[in-house]
């Protein structure tokens, strides 16, 4: 291993600028920690003569990004431009088979491509590591692949979309509706440049493929997930969920079944004491259950430039170590192709209903309910002056297609005044 580590670091937004701080103002920590000096041999952008709030002097510039990751004076490809593909992944795939190791923060890239770059990467004895791609700062990848190694994972749980979470908290605390609050967190700049990518839930079940590659031994199958993002929860749900001892939050669960990897990333209840509910605001939070171990609850910043940035020089160091892993914790060509479930799992759920305020109304809801199998928990009905009853009910659990019978005969009971809406109840 020669003294110096050499870095080409490709974008220089958020986090590439976050990098560059932590090699200046932390060159002497990280050369104590890893017993080498880090460097940085060149740097890419877009735009080389933006204004970014620190110096690239001493660094070299390339236009292309793919330059950058095979120069000579290049050990380690640094990719931090994003997108699944393009210039991240031909700049990926450039440097390791330039025999670059490569750290990146992109989970769209390794979501649908994890699995051939990790093969690629294996298969030229290179590191592949990406801590910043999931929930920015909170260590959880290292986690995964080496604190809980001894340990069958039984379920992956998670808050991994600040911006869904910002959201979500807001509405409740400024008691106004998805739309307002989307345009404030966009004003804001909270909001990824394609919004869709925060809240249809894209951002956060990219990371849950890649931590259920970990934990499951399977490739990433991010196709694999049920998918619903933020965009049709309301005001009156957030606050008939607290009223009966609920937050929503935008929660991803992996698990493995008897059918297969259930992977689910949509909006859930979760009770308003447990970690999960107490989470306000851009915060991640990340709970992964094993055999030996049992619950671990990780909890951080998921975003920003320090906090990504930190995630990325942690990857660095492993490398100026020598530490090598596999890219999800065994040889990639071991990962299984893991069939994927729907959710069959019985579980709680939240039922809000507007029913036509007549006699018998409520009965004929109970008695669909009954019989579609599903038993009624808790209930309650509003006070209220229109014309239709706002109710509520909590369900013991129930097996999701024994739900969605009930909601169809709903239909045709008569006593229906809009669409009733169902939410799964996570139990955390
Ligand atoms: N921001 C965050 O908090 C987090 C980000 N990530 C991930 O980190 C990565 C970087 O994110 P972030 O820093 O926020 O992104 P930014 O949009 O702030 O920065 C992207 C950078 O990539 C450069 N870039 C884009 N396209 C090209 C190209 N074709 N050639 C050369 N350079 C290019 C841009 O150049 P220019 O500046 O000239 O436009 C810019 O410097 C993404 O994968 C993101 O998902 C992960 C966790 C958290
Ligand atoms: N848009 C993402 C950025 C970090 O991946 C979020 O809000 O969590």
Redesign the pocket.
């Known amino acids: 291993m020669s003294d110096t580590l050499r870095l080409g670091i490709?974008?220089?937004?958020?986090?590439?600028?976050?990098v560059l701080r932590i090699i200046r103002q932390q060159a002497a920590l990280l050369e104590a920690r890893t017993g080498r000096k880090i460097s940085v041999s060149a740097v890419?952008?877009?735009?080389?003569d933006?204004d970014?709030g620190v110096s690239l002097k001493g660094y070299d510039w390339e236009?292309?990004?793919v330059t950058l990751a095979t120069r000579d004076d290049v050990d380690v490809f640094v990719?931090?431009?994003?997108?699944s593909d393009?210039?991240?992944k031909a700049a990926t795939e450039a440097a390791l088979k330039a025999g670059k190791h490569v750290v990146?923060?992109?989970?769209?890239?390794l979501a649908i491509h994890g699995q051939a770059l990790a093969e690629l990467a294996e298969a030229q004895g290179l590191s592949l590591r990406y801590e910043?791609?999931v929930a920015?700062g909170i260590p959880v990848v290292k986690t995964l692949l080496e604190g809980l190694a001894g340990n069958g994972i039984t379920r992956v749980m998670g808050v991994m979309n600040g911006s869904c979470n910002y959201i979500l908290t807001r509405m409740e605390s400024a008691g106004q509706t998805y739309q307002d609050i989307f345009a404030e967190a966009d004003a804001l700049g909270y909001l990824?440049?394609d919004p869709q990518l925060d809240v249809g839930g894209i951002?956060a079940a990219h990371k849950l493929a890649i931590l259920s590659s970990i934990a499951f031994g399977a490739q990433v199958d991010f196709h694999g997930i049920q998918l619903e993002g933020i965009e049709r929860v309301t005001i009156e749900d957030i606050r008939a969920a607290a009223d009966m001892g609920y937050k929503i939050k935008l929660l991803g669960v992996a698990q493995k079944t008897g059918r297969g990897l259930e992977q689910r990333m949509q909006p859930c209840l979760v009770p308003d004491s447990s970690p999960l509910g107490q989470l306000d605001g851009g915060t991640n939070m990340v709970v992964l259950e094993g055999d030996a171990v049992g619950q671990i609850v990780l909890r951080g910043a998921?975003?920003?430039?320090g906090?990504?940035a930190s995630?990325v020089m942690a990857d660095v160091c492993d490398i100026a170590r020598g530490v090598w892993l596999p890219v999800f914790g065994q040889p990639a060509t071991t990962l299984v192709q893991a069939k994927s479930a729907q959710s069959k799992t019985p579980a709680p759920y939240y039922l809000r209903m507007a029913l036509v305020d007549k006699p018998g109304a409520l009965a004929k809801i109970a008695t669909v309910l009954g019989e579609a199998g599903v038993s009624i928990n808790r209930m309650r009905q509003y006070e209220h002056d229109a014309a239709s009853a706002p109710v509520l009910i909590v369900t013991h659990r129930t097996i999701p297609a024994d739900l969605e019978r009930a909601i169809a005969a709903m239909d045709g009971t008569g006593v229906m005044a809009g669409a009733p809406v169902a939410l799964r109840i996570e139990e955390v």
């Open positions: 490709a974008g220089l937004g958020t986090v590439g600028v976050g890419s952008a877009r735009t080389r933006r970014r236009d292309d990004p990719e931090l431009m994003g997108g393009g210039p991240a990146t923060a992109n989970k769209a890239m910043a791609a920015g990824e440049a951002d998921g975003a920003g430039e906090p990504t995630a």
